[in-house]
């Protein structure tokens, strides 16, 4: 079975297991007594990913010196064991460990784009990478629905117990992967290009500007829905998840596109700005399944663009790093927009925090146009499509 396949299908169950479980977290801790400690929801929300956000650096130099398998394997162990710790919770602090446990030693999106680093290479990795958002997106339109099922059970935390099986096969199955060579990357800080550096920094300013404008959108958006006059949940869900619907779509035709990696992602933010305006604009709801349909499009161009720079400027040696720095600076620009959104929810309206999407996606236009022209393919482009 080819390499690809098994290691989407792994990242597929990881994905499933921690992206379904937060959007139930009120649930959760209810069971645990903290049901009317609202201020704990946002808390629990955000740990695994301040948690991963710290540790993603050191598991990629982890995975540059250990080997790269060995660390997808880690993050698959440290995933299984964080769930099994929730799901046998008797306590809050119980609870709380297992979600630390599942932020510092997760990563498994990292992790996946590191090991495929070690076989594919250039506008492969690439599309590799998109595959593996691909593997994501699913996971984010499914779990939620599936797992909502068995949410209203007498002790809701069961499930943790459950989705633990899901990490566990992946790890199972991830043995059967080759091994790749650890690169002993140990001074390769020192010996870096200056060049290479600012374009790499360039490139997470990027990333954080795209993140940030993914997820502030997303912790008021059912209220958001509500306020144009849809009161429906389930037509709200259908809102939320066209965007992801699109990506599921379209992604297996990314590799048609003959746009460097500049075009792609300036026209990927250029729509998704707009469509975010568009959102902050309105006050009905007719449109906004147009908006949410462009906000799919730009979220599908920006994610092909942003991998193709990364395939682009990815040092082997030091890769392991590399992806953990890049899936750092997303989970804390995740981090700082639900801080954001519930800053200006509170203190403007629930159509804010579509501006500051459309904000932050402006800012990432700016830099692909204005700032270091050589670094983002204006002179001497080495783009492949």
Not at 54 to 61: K, T
Not at 156 to 177: D, E, G, K, T, W
Not at 284 to 290: K, M, P, R, Y
Request: hydrophobic share 50%; glycine share 8%; charged share 10%.
């Amino acid at each position: 079975m080819p390499v690809i396949v098994v290691v989407l299908f792994c990242h597929f169950l990881t994905a499933f297991t921690a992206l379904g479980m937060p959007l139930f977290m009120p649930r959760m801790l209810s069971s645990l007594g903290a049901g009317h400690a609202d201020y704990l929801i946002g808390i629990m929300f955000v740990v695994p990913a301040v948690c991963t956000a710290f540790s993603a650096p050191w598991w990629g130099r982890f995975a540059d010196s250990y080997g790269k398998k060995n660390s997808l394997l880690r993050a698959q162990l440290g995933l299984t064991l964080g769930f099994l710790i929730s799901g046998f919770a008797d306590s809050l602090g119980v609870f709380s460990f297992g979600l630390v446990l599942q932020g510092i030693s997760g990563g498994t999106l990292a992790a996946s784009n590191a090991y495929l680093s070690s076989t594919y290479k250039g506008p492969s990795l690439a599309k590799s990478l998109n595959l593996t958002q691909f593997s994501a997106r699913l996971a984010l339109v499914s779990a939620p629905v599936l797992l909502g099922f068995f949410t209203a059970a007498e002790q809701p935390l069961l499930i943790y117990r459950y989705l633990a099986l899901l990490p566990f096969s992946a790890l199972l199955l991830s043995f059967l992967l080759p091994r790749d060579a650890a690169t002993a990357a140990a001074g390769v800080n020192s010996t870096e290009k200056p060049a290479q550096n600012r374009q790499f920094s360039q490139l997470l300013y990027l990333q954080f500007l795209f993140c940030f404008a993914m997820v502030v959108t997303f912790p008021y958006f059912l209220p958001y829905v509500q306020s144009l006059g849809e009161s429906r949940d389930t037509m709200a869900g259908l809102y939320y998840s066209l965007p992801h619907l699109v990506y599921l779509l379209l992604a297996f035709y990314l590799a048609k596109l003959t746009l460097s990696a500049r075009l792609q992602s300036l026209s990927g933010f250029v729509i998704l700005g707009t469509a975010c305006a568009g959102q902050f604009l309105l006050h009905s709801i007719d449109g906004l399944i147009v908006y949410r349909l462009m906000f799919g499009l730009g979220m599908l161009l920006s994610y092909s663009g942003l991998h193709l720079f990364l395939s682009e400027r990815l040092q082997q040696e030091q890769a392991g790093l590399s992806f953990g720095r890049f899936d750092a600076w997303g989970k804390w620009a995740g981090v700082s927009a639900g801080l954001a959104a519930g800053l200006v929810s509170q203190h403007f309206s629930l159509h804010w925090p579509f501006l500051l999407a459309a904000a932050a996606c402006t800012s990432a236009v700016f830099i692909l146009v204005f700032h270091d022209k050589e670094s983002f393919g204006y002179v001497n482009s080495t783009t492949e499509s």
